[in-house]
Every structure is written in C-alpha cells, then in structure tokens.
C-alpha cells in the first residue's frame, strides 16, 4: 500500500530563542504566543489496508513500534497490526475465560522490547504476549482494578485505581518481581467519575518514556523507577480547584460544559517527537500546545486542520513524528482534504470508500 506523503516546502521563520532548557527542568506550558509558530516539515497520510479480517472499529489507542502500528479496538476486542506502508500484519484476539484470554480488556500497551500487554478489567490482571505472540503469555495478577497501564521493565506503572468512593488512588507502581502494589497515591477527587472524561486514556507513551496526568492537577508527570517526578507544568490559574470541579457535578451537563469552557478539565494527550513536545488541553473545546524542548517555547493554538492535520492532534508518537487518524465516513477527512496542496496525494484520499479503514496521518516540525 502506498504511503502518501507532503512535504511543505515553505521556509522557516525562525523565532528568537530563549535559553536552552535543561534535561532536569519542568516544561511550562504557556497559552502567551512565543512567536512564528514552526513550520510543518513533513506529513504522510498512510491509509490503512482495508479488509473483512483487517476491519477497524472505533480506534481507542494507537502505539507504534519498531514499523509497526498496534491500533487497539476496544469494541471487537483485539489489537490490529499493520506495517509502515498501512498493510494489515495480523490481529490479536483472545476473548474467553481460558489460559491467556481475556475477557473486559480495558487497555493495551507495547514496551520497548515488543511485547505486547493487554489488561483484563474483570481479572484485575494484565497479560503479556511475547512480541505479540498469541501462544506465549504470561498473566499478572495486579489484584486491584484499574483503567489505565503502561509496562517499563519490571514495573507496571497504574493510572487511576478504584476503590471503596471511587478513584481511591490516582496511581500506583506494581513490581512483576514482588508480585505486588510497591506504591499508591491516594486521590484527591475520588468521585470525579462524575465528570465526563474528555480524555481516552491518562497514560502517554512516547518511546521508554511514560507520562501520567490526574485530572486538576497543574502538573503532567513522567514515571521514573517507582516514583513520578513533574515533567510538565500547566498554566495554574487555568486549573479549576477540586472544591471548584466537585461543585460541577451538581450541574446539569449544559451548565457543566459552560464552566469547564475556560478552564483546563482535562489532558488528551501528551507526546514527544524529535525536538517537539505537543499537548492537548481541553480548553475552550480542545487546544494543542506546542512545546520546543530545546528552548521552553510554547506555541498555542496549533491549527492542524489548516495544515492538513486531523483536529484531534497526536494521539502517539514514533519518536520522529507525531501519530494522529483520520477517518473517511467520519467528515474529519473532509475538513483536512482542502488544505492538502498535493493533487495526487489529495486524490488518493478522496478516492477513498467511506467504509474504509482509518488513514494514519504523521507529522513533524522544523
């Protein structure tokens, strides 16, 4: 399958830079214009082989390694493999109460060896299948439930475990060699289940690196060993207080969007690609903030439409672009179609049957 690529040819406008960050620091993320926004270097549109085996529901996450893309669809249960060029590889699929099935799966994750882990919510477990293979499996009882993991080594890192009230623990790291919980962060805000969610997951893999965020925090934080130490540092003022977002749940959802409109409620994702860090907030719906690691720039309001780049932003990363979707029967196609200057490249998408499996858009910055 061809992959269709455009590369602007605009020059760049360089802005004036700032001192240059230090690994150690937090990224602060500011909504202030630093200047000329970086120029798009590259974006591919890879349509995705489209078949009765290959078939793609909802796309909940997307992880990418070594040439392959793992898209995890949620609704047939299974995860899908396709190659740099969009041809479909194989699936995963494992549904029933047998050895190395699942049953609720509620996340996937693929470390940086290509093992591939999918958790089964009503086991509390998490089950690794050797580089993807359906037939070598471990099963690791977590014993508690959770929604979001990420694999790192001998740690299972959790996002957002439940208890007694709620989200008891906002995180917590799990040791394949102990076979337990070593720590848990109690949450602040454990009834904000009853605040939709704008966010599919809180864990975001970029690489080995895994970044965390608990909602009405004004920190996005990266896991380091057994512990979480700040990475990324949102605009305080802009973070509603617990007391302030409890107060919502008394609302009707109309009033409820009204209050969150100019605030932060939430972070949809947060990627690294090349020089480039790139996340959204749900602000004013959703705004994409690009972050120049090298500087400590920010650059807000990303207008990816306008560059031919679906709205929702990254949703993955493969370490040199940003990993975003489209698909044909949504209208999120359409939007972009115009703003795409190569005719050929344009016309391979339009071409396309609405029925058809998602395109994977990549993209990088000067």
């Known amino acids: 399958m061809r992959i269709l690529s455009f590369i602007p040819v605009l020059l760049l406008v360089c802005a004036c830079k700032a001192s240059q960050q230090s690994p150690e620091e937090v990224y602060k993320v500011s909504l202030e214009q630093a200047g000329a926004l970086p120029e798009v270097a590259e974006v591919k549109y890879i349509p995705l082989e489209t078949t009765e085996e290959s078939l793609v529901g909802p796309v909940d996450k997307v992880v990418y390694h070594e040439g392959v893309f793992y898209l995890f669809d949620r609704t047939q249960l299974r995860v899908l493999m396709f190659d740099e060029e969009g041809h479909y590889i194989r699936a995963l699929f494992r549904s029933g109460q047998g050895p190395g099935e699942y049953t609720a799966p509620g996340d996937m994750d693929v470390d940086t060896e290509g093992n591939l882990y999918i958790a089964d919510w009503n086991a509390q477990s998490v089950i690794r299948y050797e580089q993807a293979d359906p037939d070598r499996y471990d099963?690791?009882?977590?014993?508690?439930?959770?929604?979001?993991?990420?694999?790192?080594?001998?740690?299972?890192?959790?996002?957002?475990?439940?208890?007694?009230?709620?989200?008891?623990?906002?995180?917590?790291?799990?040791?394949?060699?102990?076979?337990?919980?070593?720590t848990r962060e109690e949450s602040v805000f454990p009834e904000q289940l009853g605040?939709?969610?704008?966010?599919?997951?809180?864990?975001?893999?970029?690489?080995?690196?895994?970044?965390?965020?608990?909602?009405?925090?004004?920190?996005?934080?990266?896991?380091?060993?057994?512990?979480?130490?700040?990475?990324?540092?949102?605009?305080a003022a802009l973070i509603p207080s617990v007391d302030e977002?409890?107060?919502?749940?008394?609302?009707?959802?109309?009033?409820?969007?009204?209050?969150?409109?100019?605030?932060?409620?939430?972070?949809?994702?947060?990627?690294?690609?090349g020089r480039y860090l790139l996340v959204s907030l749900s602000?004013?719906?959703?705004?994409?903030?690009?972050?120049?690691?090298?500087?400590?720039?920010?650059?807000?309001?990303?207008?990816?439409?306008?560059?031919?780049?679906?709205?929702?932003?990254?949703?993955?990363?493969?370490?040199?672009?940003?990993?975003?979707?489209?698909?044909?029967g949504e209208g999120d196609l359409g939007q972009i179609l115009p703003n795409i200057k190569d005719a050929e490249v344009r016309t391979g998408l339009e071409c396309l049957p609405e029925d058809s499996n998602p395109v994977l858009v990549l993209f990088s910055f000067r």
Not at 215 to 221: A, I
């Open 139 to 182: 099963v690791w009882r977590i014993g508690v439930p959770f929604i979001d993991f990420a694999v790192d080594g001998d740690y299972v890192y959790l996002c957002h475990l439940l208890g007694e009230g709620g989200l008891r623990w906002s995180t917590g790291v799990w040791s394949r060699q102990r076979q337990e919980v070593l």
């Open 195 to 235: 605040i939709p969610w704008d966010a599919p997951h809180h864990l975001f893999r970029s690489g080995g690196k895994i970044a965390c965020y608990n909602r009405f925090s004004p920190f996005v934080r990266r896991f380091e060993g057994d512990s979480l130490k700040p990475y990324l540092e949102l605009p």
């Open 245 to 273: 977002a409890r107060g919502w749940m008394s609302l009707p959802p109309d009033r409820q969007m009204e209050r969150k409109m100019n605030l932060i409620s939430d972070v949809q994702g947060c990627y690294e690609a």
């Open 283 to 328: 602000l004013r719906s959703t705004t994409h903030v690009l972050v120049d690691k090298e500087t400590g720039q920010s650059f807000p309001n990303v207008p990816f439409v306008r560059k031919g780049i679906p709205w929702r932003g990254a949703v993955g990363t493969t370490g040199t672009h940003f990993i975003s979707y489209s698909q044909p």
